[in-house]
């Protein structure tokens, strides 16, 4: 991308943006929203920051950046969203950590690989109304998750409880929950169906054992249809399954580990993909015995998510379903 005149790091928050500009040496924080966009406003022109000549740069958040963007697209303003992971590892060594520090590490990034960076395309509003019924499914699996274990506990507690109100009250809960989480799953199938990329892309990663409708659904949304990530490594970063070198010189000889850098819901998600591909394909199996007289549980989990991702992209790439053609070596 060709250099901006004003290159601009934002470090999002659910609540706040810190603003930091290159060019300037300034910095601002303000609310993420349509108040703080005005102070924003303001402050780009008491110091002669011309949005035009501009470009804002932002870490994948998973959502908090939306109104960022929105904004951005109103305003006509170039922005890219880049992974936290890849301004982090650019770095170096660093000390310390706070907002403002990090957006000023995030326009630096952006200042030193201008020339390999692309200005992100606009939102689309598919992706983000799938986001949204996604997370709202996930906070009702998680009440459901959090009722049960009462009841669990209850039982353990007082095993000659019988009839009980509260338990009976959970589980009213229960069901109205349930009955939510099959309308929010029934609107985000639909939502796929009515769009021929979506259910093509859908349909080829679905075919991969191991990977069902929910990691089908969140793999659509996160990689926003295939369009954020250039392949499954650069998708593997974001998630956190690759394992990265933790040595310098002769001093630190670490392991090799993955990042805290990542989007855990999805890998936790992968997870439960990962488990069943152990289960219910035979490479992945034979792969999984074999790791495991040299590695512990955890490392094979994790390697076999790193497989799920590549086939993920294999497929929609090659743009045909996965075919099973594993053979044992005589």
């Known amino acids: 991308m060709k250099k901006q005149k004003f290159i601009i790091g ?8 810190d603003i930091y500009c290159a060019e300037i040496n300034g910095h601002i924080q303000i609310q993420n929203g349509t108040v703080g966009f005005k102070e924003f406003l303001k402050w780009c022109k008491t110091f002669k920051i011309n949005l ?32 936290g ?10 000390r310390g950590k706070n907002d403002k520090v990090d957006s000023k590490r995030i326009a630096q990034y952006a200042s030193e690989k201008h020339a390999s960076l692309k200005a992100s395309k606009p939102l689309d509003k598919r992706i983000i109304r799938i986001k949204e019924l996604l997370s709202f499914r996930k906070r009702c699996v998680r009440e459901n ?18 009839e009980d109100m509260i338990i009976k009250e959970l589980k009213q809960k229960m069901k109205f929950n349930e009955k939510i989480i099959s309308k929010v799953e029934a609107e985000i199938m639909k939502t796929i169906e009515d769009n021929d990329d979506f259910k093509t892309n859908y349909d080829l990663i679905t075919s991969i054992k191991g990977i069902g409708k929910v990691n089908g659904w969140m793999t659509i949304a996160y990689t926003e249809n295939f369009t954020s990530f250039l392949n499954g490594r650069s998708y593997a970063v974001y998630v956190g399954v690759i394992p990265f070198d933790h040595s310098s010189g002769i001093s630190i000889k670490g392991r090799k580990r993955v990042s805290n850098l990542a989007n855990k819901e999805l890998k936790s998600e992968l997870s439960q993909a990962a488990k069943s591909a152990m289960q219910h394909d035979k490479e992945i199996r034979d792969y999984a015995e ?20 590549l086939r993920v992209f294999a497929v929609v790439k090659r743009g045909s379903k996965y075919v099973d053609n594993y053979q044992v070596a005589a």
């Open 10 to 17: 934002v470090d999002v928050s659910r609540n706040t943006l």
């Open 52 to 83: 035009t000549q501009s470009v804002i740069v932002m870490e994948y958040t998973g959502g908090y950046e939306y109104k960022l963007i929105q904004f951005c697209e109103n305003k006509k303003i170039l922005f890219i969203r880049i992974p």
């Open 85 to 94: 992971l890849a301004v982090k590892r650019s770095l170096g060594i660093i």
């Open 145 to 162: 998750a959090g009722y049960q274990a009462t009841i669990k506990e209850r039982k353990h507690i007082y095993p000659d409880l019988g």
């Open 290 to 309: 074999r790791k495991l007289k040299e590695k512990d549980w955890g490392k094979v989990v994790n390697n076999v998510k790193f497989k799920l991702i």
